[in-house]
Structure formats: C-alpha cells, structure tokens
C-alpha cells in the first residue's frame, strides 16, 4: 500500500517536472525570446536587399576573393567553415603539425597582401579560432588587408581604411574582449561602397 502510493507520488511528480521543465518553460522562454529578441533570436541572419539570407553576423564564413576581406583560417571541417561540424584543430602548440600549417599561413597571407617576407602577421590571421567559424577578425588584421582590398575594387586606401573604421566594434561592456569587427559585415558595406 505504501509503495502503490509512494510510486504514484514519483510518477505524478516525473509528469509534472517534465510539463513544467520540458514543455513550459522552454515555450515561455522562446516566446519571450522572439518578442524581445527577436533578430537574435533567429540566428542573426543577415539578408540582402531581396530578403534572401545570406549569412550569420555569428558563423564565419569563407571569403576568397582579392576584394574581401578575409576571415580567420578555419578548422571547421574537411575544408573549413563547415557549420555542422564545428570545432578547433585540438593541436597544440607543441605539435608540429600546428607549427608548420602556421608558418604556411603566415607565408601565404605575407604574398597575397604584398607584405615583406619578415613583416609581423597578426595572430589572428594565421590561427583557426576554437570553433573554427570565427565570424570577426582583428583591426590589426584588416588594415593588413585594406592595400588589396582596395587595389582590387579600384578605391583609394583610404576609403577602405574609413570603412574600417567605421566597422570597428569596441570591447564588449568597455572592458571585455579585443577591439573586432565582423567580416561578413564589413565586406556587405564593401559591396555597397563599391557600387
């Protein structure tokens, strides 16, 4: 009799905790979510002009051209920036495989932007992030880029370096993080300036 009531207690119990913690509250939540939140909510999509999504101000994407910036190199993937598989290289900086696809990357960022085969390379440009889909780089590492950049869509240096700044986010709360901007972003105001 007192098992019988004891286990009719625990499954009552197992019910309730799974409507109220599984069902109610994650509803309550995302409800709450898209009416406050809403383009966060959503993933931070960012659309063109025609509506159609083309990227996450949050995910990192490849660009390759000689007229955009490019991101952080990527681990995600068999070929980076791979969403669905997301993750760091897990080398470490003891490893020489680490070592020699940092070397490559330092030596193939100095000739694709005209750089001296000793100039200084900005950790960021050379280093996959622990995801892997790092969506920002460093101010550093774009006015490294600004010279081909410019060269290639046929600005000024200047015009570049202006969107630069105008893109540059500060530290998160005044005092957390580095100084960043989002790629994706700064390359869609490229495009625009460039019409």
Do not use: W
């Not at 600005?155 to 709360?173: E, F, H, M, N, Y």
């Amino acid at each position: 009799m007192e098992i019988a009531r004891q286990t009719r207690t625990a499954v009552l119990m197992i019910i309730v905790i799974t409507i109220v913690t599984g069902i109610m509250y994650p509803l309550v939540i995302t409800g709450l979510a898209q009416v406050l939140f809403p383009y966060q909510a959503n993933g931070s999509l960012v659309k063109d002009t025609n509506g159609n999504v083309i990227g996450s101000v949050l995910i990192g994407q490849n660009f390759n051209g000689a007229q955009y910036f490019h991101p952080r190199p990527s681990a995600a993937g068999m070929d980076g920036y791979d969403p669905t598989s997301s993750g760091g290289s897990n080398l470490g900086p003891t490893n020489q495989k680490l070592i020699d696809a940092v070397q490559q990357r330092a030596v193939a960022y100095r000739q694709e932007n005209g750089l001296a085969p000793d100039a200084q390379v900005p950790v960021d440009a050379i280093t996959a992030s622990a995801s892997g889909l790092d969506p920002d780089i460093s101010p550093a590492n774009a006015y490294l880029q600004a010279a081909r950049v410019a060269k290639a869509r046929g600005l000024s240096a200047s015009q570049v370096k202006v969107l630069i700044d105008q893109s540059t986010q500060g530290r998160t709360l005044g005092i957390l993080g580095e100084p960043r901007m989002n790629v994706l972003e700064l390359n869609l105001a490229l495009d625009a300036t460039s019409k």
